[in-house]
């Protein structure tokens, strides 16, 4: 097995934590975690992919290891999308794959949209396209519904309750089914904890919420919309959209019209898998970005 190794870049004005497998393969296969994870969630994936492809997990700003920038503002999607575009310079690539979960992915689609140039291929987890998901939280009591925890965080004050007691509420809400079921051990539960536990991240994490202008509609706001154009959220980089369709948060009407926005997209469900694909369904997640980037790699001329 590939052994996963650790390392920093010093990215100007912050300081990028990552994990990483292939050092010393060409191409570049960048894996963004989202909330509330970091790098870890991406640890059978590393191995696999580094097989054949440098595999780059980082933890993005604000968790974990890496810098924790002060104010709501240093967590805008500017920033997040030029984090993204940093590490990969700082990698030497001006061109590459992007794999991206949850807020990774919310992250992934903007890079795609305003860089396309940069991305060879997007792979997206249980990640709504940003229009889409907009419509859905103006227009859809399902998705409002199951997107009040978004309004919740961007709460102050809250991140207390989040971790007492071993962070049980947390937990709670994220990986207690996990454990019960054998998909995740204590020793990946302690990981998280030690992570959600370093000084100022779990406030940090929660101010992407903060920053965001996407928000569940109240009662009186349904239908009002957050004034976007469907034409500035056209993709045109080959995608792959892998989907747990128990997704909690993330109703499957997220997939609807998708087409509309991706000219070369594949979309594979899986009906048993909830939004933490990574956990309940690693090898195929492996399995199915390998394929993916194999299968972009026989394009190129030549190959």
Same mark, same amino acid.
């Given at each position: ?48 992919i580094g097989a054949k492809y440098h595999a780059v997990a980082p933890d993005m ?44 992915a919310g992250v992934a689609w903007a890079v795609a949209i305003a860089y396309p ?117 056209? #993709? ?8 747990? !369709?128990?997704?909690? +948060?993330? &109703?499957?009407?997220?997939? %609807? =019209? @998708? ?13 048993? #898998? ?8 690693? !090898?195929?997640?492996? +399995?199915? &970005?390998?394929?993916?980037? %194999? =299968? @972009? ?7």
């Open positions: 097995m590939t052994t996963i190794t650790h390392d920093t870049a010093h990215l100007g004005d912050i300081n990028l934590h990552y994990a990483e497998c292939g050092a010393g393969n060409d191409e570049l296969v960048l894996l963004l975690h989202g909330f509330p994870e970091f790098w870890y969630t991406w640890k059978q994936q590393l191995p696999a700003r604000g968790y974990n290891l890496s810098d924790k920038p002060d104010g709501i503002a240093a967590y805008r999607i500017k920033h997040l999308v030029g984090d993204v575009l940093k590490l990969a310079d700082h990698l030497g690539k001006d061109s590459f794959y992007l794999a991206a979960h949850d807020w990774g140039e940069r991305i060879k291929g997007l792979i997206i987890l249980n990640g709504p396209h940003p229009y889409i998901f907009s419509e859905l939280l103006s227009n859809n009591e399902q998705q409002i519904a199951q997107s009040q925890y978004m309004a919740y965080f961007r709460n102050e004050g809250i991140e207390g309750k989040m971790l007492a007691n071993d962070a049980e509420w947390l937990m709670d809400w994220t990986f207690k089914a996990h454990l019960a079921r054998g998909q995740m051990t204590e020793e990946d539960r302690q990981a998280y904890l030690m992570a959600w536990n370093r000084e100022g991240a779990l406030q940090s994490m929660l101010n992407y919420y903060r920053a965001s202008t996407l928000t569940p509609a109240k009662p009186d706001e349904m239908g009002r919309g957050f004034g976007l154009d469907p034409a500035d959220f056209k #993709v045109s980089v080959p995608t792959l959209v892998i989907w747990g !369709e128990k997704d909690h +948060a993330l &109703i499957a009407e997220n997939l %609807d =019209g @998708l087409d509309d926005f991706v000219a070369d997209l594949k979309v594979i469900r899986l009906p048993d #898998v909830t939004h933490w694909v990574t956990h309940e369904a690693p !090898e195929i997640v492996s +399995a199915e &970005i390998i394929a993916f980037i %194999d =299968g @972009l790699e026989r394009r190129k001329p030549g190959a």
